[in-house]
């Protein structure tokens, strides 16, 4: 019988994810396959896992959880022939969506067990390396309100984030540069896509791709607050891009300044200290993902 290690996070959607562990196993077996599940208890053991499973030639490693355990599981994988698989088990589970992985467990499971690898880009920040979002300003404190208020669950919990901080973030002056392009002002946030979703389903970047070479690189200027309820909602479906105040260019690589420190998001996962710099570049087709 085939046999697949599978890397679950059991606390992924709100621990709801460690107690379908049992449902895994089922919807495995229904496939003929095996799934090898270890739970870990953070991204470091799930890192190290699948540094293990590359190092023993394995040629899927799947990540059972949301958008972070794919990003601790990745960071092993990008430069190897072992691809990624992906059961979306979290809250956001945004990755999943850009690639057309449904949510529902059985049909995510044979994509996995029937798909095939094929490649896709990564971006890398701080020596780290991410799949589909990176957000520094109000997105990145809208992600650890999210991480750090565990009342906030799902697509709602985002949302509600969102709110309050369209009231408390204060605006900050950033300068920009990409390759033949830059930008100095006020800001609200600046997020550099390899997808189109981030943070459970806002469309910071409608055309973007994760397999073209490029990152999509989202600028939203500073509103007054009363103004920023109407302007972050078009964040939803990607309309904001028509307001003034916003710009979206596609970038090979990016430097970011700001004037004070701010929380870094990377694919939902906070940076472990907030940064006045960055330098962002994409690596194209470094990955390998079943779909």
Not at 11 to 35: H, I
Not at 81 to 101: C, E, H, Q
Not at 165 to 194: C, D, I, K, Q, Y
């Amino acid at each position: 019988m085939r046999r697949i290690p599978v890397v679950l996070n059991p606390a992924a959607g709100r621990g709801l994810a460690g107690a379908r562990e049992d449902e895994l196993r089922r919807v495995f077996r229904e496939m003929g396959v095996e799934a090898e599940i270890f739970r870990t208890a953070g991204p470091d053991e799930a890192q190290e896992l699948a540094r293990e499973f590359c190092a023993g030639a394995e040629p899927v490693v799947a990540a059972a959880g949301g958008d972070g355990t794919l990003h601790a599981v990745a960071q092993a994988l990008v430069g190897t022939k072992t691809a990624l698989g992906i059961l979306p088990m979290g809250s956001g589970n945004d990755y999943a969506r850009v690639l057309g992985i449904p949510q529902d467990l059985k049909e995510a499971v044979k994509i996995l067990v029937f798909g095939e690898p094929h490649p896709v880009d990564v971006g890398e920040a701080q020596g780290r390396f991410y799949l589909n979002s990176l957000g520094m300003g109000i997105d990145g404190q809208i992600a650890h309100d999210y991480q750090t208020h565990h009342l906030l669950k799902g697509e709602l919990g985002y949302l509600l984030a969102t709110v309050f901080e369209v009231f408390r973030f204060r605006p900050v002056e950033m300068e920009v540069r990409t390759e033949g392009w830059s930008h100095v002002g006020n800001l609200l946030t600046v997020a550099v896509m390899n997808g189109p979703w981030a943070g459970g389903g806002f469309c910071l970047a409608p055309q973007a791709k994760p397999d073209d070479g490029h990152l999509d690189l989202a600028l939203i200027g500073h509103y007054p607050r009363l103004v920023r309820l109407v302007v972050l909602p078009k964040t939803r479906d990607g309309s904001y891009l028509a307001l003034k105040r916003t710009k979206l260019i596609r970038v090979k690589s990016a430097r970011i300044r700001a004037e004070r420190p701010l929380v870094v998001h990377m694919d939902g996962e906070l940076l472990p200290a907030r940064a006045s710099f960055l330098e962002v570049e994409v690596h194209p087709k470094a990955l390998y993902v079943v779909r």
